[in-house]
């Protein structure tokens, strides 16, 4: 079915407005944009419980569900964080500072610049204590090219760069409207936003926040099904794209959808010319490096690796799919049983996102011993993958979905880690993310080389005793692939987002964490005061700890910790 010829007038209409409003952007100083962004922080807070509670009516959650925490953190949270950051780097280059200043700058293997972005201050510290993240820039990136160079688009504010379409998120409710800050701040372009059209009840919401934009031409919002989306993706007058969505998705864009659309990306004939970047997902795996672990490391572990998958249902591009184990690990039994209870006693939750039933058969149908773990009739664990078939589709299909596999490799320390490594590497289909999940006295001995393996992970956002979703949440860091995929093997995207410094060619985000929670990281000495995240699909205080973190983004103040902490710790 063609759109109608009036909703292809209104479309031209809203290109050519942003076309005018386009001048506009040009005059904006930093200054100002600085209050835009600030203004619409505020809208944020304001809107925030709207936002959460629409956002529950989509994902069919109940309004009492400790799992509406998820919606708090990875929504109006998220926008918070990001837009106070992006706020301190406008206000550094409006005033010539240097946007690095105060970032520790040390190096990473292969002589890669690496800048310390997690913490940045005491609030980091206190509510994400034992976490850290840093940015690895491109190989051969000099720290001086490094500061030159960060500001993008922002250096030089009078020369904007046009139209550019976001074709937004329907599975995480801060995507579109980071992905929007980022075309307009690091691409120096004005917006027309089209929601997915799972999130478009949240249009009342993401116009109210984003009204001071709108208001000045410099954002319009719409919505409507694929054709609109072709429609504004292939218009004349818009210069750039950008997708976070599936690898199919992106193609159909990019070469065309169908027969005809196979024969243009085997010919290299793309029918979309324009700069498209994007975000696309992939098969991420989770890298369990053997050691000797307690009978509660083992249960918290295996509630994190559920985590890994099971938030947010398993719809998201950064769920784990796979995890990789030690054949000849003693406590690999013990830690299977962990997992197994983990994944079925997770809370149980609807498959609210379209095409999860077809997809989970899918997997189902391809791997007859699959295990029903219960919890819901979707979530699903496949037993030993074998990494030798050339035709295993978990390895090459993202399941999106509660659906988790688990293969095995001979090994124990370097061994195992190099082999996983390798592993990652070459049979996951993707480069979005990877975790490792390692124990002290194991870290210690590998010593050096833990760092050396995880430059050789090609993934862009890697993470240590932390879930790869740290990375996205995490403001100053970079979100996006592995850089150097084509277009006809795009993977899971190109370009990066967030990013709030700015940085010109980083590489990867490398996000560490605590092994153990509160109190017994203390007890072992790790010194973090995190007790079980908000993030845990476990977590039974976590909309309680959400909304008291998004009050605390709106509005930072020591008086507000206490009830954090409180909230927290009952987690």
Request: net charge neutral; hydrophobic share 45%; aromatic share 8%.
């Amino acid at each position: 079915m063609s759109i109608s010829t009036a909703t292809i007038a209104q479309l031209d209409q809203l290109i050519a407005a942003l076309r005018d409003g386009e001048r506009g952007w040009a005059a904006e100083s930093l200054a100002s944009r600085r209050n835009l962004l600030l203004q619409m922080h505020a809208n944020v807070a304001a809107q925030a419980e709207e936002w959460v509670r629409v956002a529950g009516e989509i994902k069919q959650l109940p309004a009492g569900s400790p799992l509406l925490g998820e919606e708090w953190i990875s929504g109006p949270w998220a926008v918070l964080g990001y837009a106070e950051a992006l706020a301190d780097s406008l206000a550094r280059l409006a005033e010539g500072r240097n946007l690095l200043a105060g970032y520790p700058v040390g190096t990473a293997p292969g002589g890669r610049v690496a800048i310390d972005v997690l913490p940045h201050h005491m609030f980091d510290r206190l509510l994400l204590s034992g976490f850290r993240a840093e940015v690895w820039m491109e190989p051969g990136v000099t720290a001086q090219e490094t500061q030159e160079q960060a500001g993008l688009g922002l250096r030089t504010p009078e020369q904007t760069a046009g139209v550019a379409v976001v074709m937004g998120a329907g599975n995480i409710t801060s995507i579109p409207p980071l992905d929007v800050l980022y075309q307009l701040y690091a691409h120096n372009q004005v917006v027309l936003l089209k929601l997915n059209p799972v999130t478009d009840a949240l249009l009342p919401v993401f116009e109210a926040v984003f009204a001071p934009f709108i208001d000045r031409g410099y954002l319009r919002i719409v919505t409507g099904d694929a054709k609109v989306g072709d429609h504004l993706v292939t218009h004349e007058s818009v210069d750039a794209v950008h997708i976070t969505g599936s690898e199919a998705t992106h193609d159909a864009i990019v070469w065309g959808a169908g027969a005809a659309g196979a024969t243009a990306k085997a010919a290299g004939t793309p029918r979309l010319t324009k700069p498209i970047t994007s975000e696309l997902g992939g098969v991420s795996p989770t890298i369990v490096v053997p050691g000797r672990w307690s009978a509660a490391d083992i249960r918290f572990q295996a509630e994190h690796i559920a985590t890994h998958r099971l938030h947010n249902s398993g719809f998201n591009c950064i769920a784990a799919q796979v995890v990789i184990v030690s054949k000849d690990w003693p406590q690999k039994q013990e830690f299977f049983t962990a997992l197994r209870a983990a994944f079925a006693a997770a809370p149980a939750r609807p498959a609210w996102y379209p095409g999860c039933d077809a997809r989970v058969a899918g997997a189902r149908q391809e791997h007859p011993g699959f295990d029903g773990v219960g919890g819901t009739a979707e979530r699903t664990l496949l037993w030993n993958l074998d990494l030798a078939d050339g035709t295993e589709s978990a390895f090459g299909t993202e399941y999106f979905g509660p659906v988790l596999g688990v293969a095995e490799l001979p090994g124990t320390g370097v061994e195992f880690l190099n082999a996983a490594v390798d592993v990652a590497n070459e049979r996951m289909h993707g480069t979005l993310g990877a975790n490792l999940i390692i124990d002290n006295r194991t870290r210690r001995q590998l010593g050096a080389h833990l760092r050396e393996s995880i430059a050789r992970l090609r993934y862009g956002t890697i993470g240590v005793n932390a879930w790869t979703g740290v990375g996205y949440l995490t403001p100053r860091a970079t979100w996006g692939a592995f850089p150097g995929h084509p277009l006809d093997d795009v993977q899971s995207g190109r370009g990066v987002v967030h990013n709030s410094l700015l940085l010109h060619r980083p590489e990867r985000t490398v996000v560490y964490g605590p092994f153990r929670p509160l109190p017994r990281s203390v007890m072992t000495g790790e010194f973090s005061l995190t007790p079980k995240p908000p993030w845990f699909v476990t977590n039974r205080t976590a909309a309680t700890t959400g909304r008291r973190l998004t009050a605390f983004a709106a509005r930072p103040r020591w008086s507000a910790l206490p009830a954090i902490f409180t909230s927290a710790l009952r987690g």
